[in-house]
């Protein structure tokens, strides 16, 4: 594949629904059918573009997110500078507290760095700290018949990205700790790893909520697919 390829996420604390552009180019959108611009855009918690890598040239850019309702229109609420190289891939996260004031919220890139070349025997799987209030956290994966445990990667600060780790395929009930506890922080429940796939486990949310009930801002786990 020729040229860099971005996934976008919107993790932004109470942030709008949002565009994505890299520069001047927008790179994001839902589709219309009427002939004008849609005013949804990606929401918090959501991923852009169905999960999919979008295929962008190589070199100085930089994202933002721009707000998609017809309430100050694509005004940029992130900016967030990077440096793409060719045939890499890469995740662009709005993240922090969106601030109603000054419409701002913060956001990061990092780079993607699974290797091209799979081993269908295991699931390769990292893990993202993009909750704005949580103090460095380490992902355990626990096969909930056997009990075994493993940990992926070290302790990860906000805002940065541990390394692939090869793991059994499986079913695994996901656990981050705080550097130094035993006690859980967050908890997901019955999440599948598949053979020959990579995946993201990324930490969201304000960490002063319960883990537990639906707040829409709750500290929570996803995953997705890297490929």
Avoid: C, H, W
């Amino acid at each position: 594949v020729v040229g860099a390829r971005v996934k976008f996420f919107n993790l932004g604390i109470n942030a709008p629904q949002v565009n994505f552009y890299a520069g001047s180019t927008k790179v994001t959108a839902i589709s219309s059918t009427t002939g004008t611009e849609s005013t949804v855009g990606v929401a918090y918690g959501a991923v852009a573009a169905g999960n999919n890598y979008i295929a962008l040239a190589p070199g100085q850019t930089t994202f933002s997110g721009r707000i998609s309702a017809a309430v100050d229109k694509d005004l940029p609420i992130a900016s967030i500078p990077a440096t793409l190289e060719d045939r890499r891939a890469y995740s662009v996260y709005l993240s922090g507290f969106y601030n109603t004031t000054t419409k701002q919220v913060e956001g990061f890139v990092v780079p993607d760095n699974f290797p091209d070349t799979l081993d269908y025997s295991q699931a390769l799987v990292r893990f993202v700290n993009a909750s704005p209030n949580a103090q460095p956290m380490q992902l355990t994966l626990r096969e909930p018949v056997a009990g075994t445990e493993i940990t992926v990667g070290g302790a990860i600060a906000y805002r940065a990205a541990g390394v692939f780790v090869g793991v059994p395929t499986g079913s695994y009930d996901l656990t981050t700790r705080i550097s130094g506890s035993t006690a859980a922080a967050i908890t997901r429940t019955a999440v599948s790893f598949l053979p020959g796939r990579v995946y993201t486990v990324t930490a969201r949310g304000d960490m002063t909520l319960p883990t537990a009930g639906t707040a829409v801002n709750r500290p929570f786990l996803d995953n997705s697919i890297n490929r």
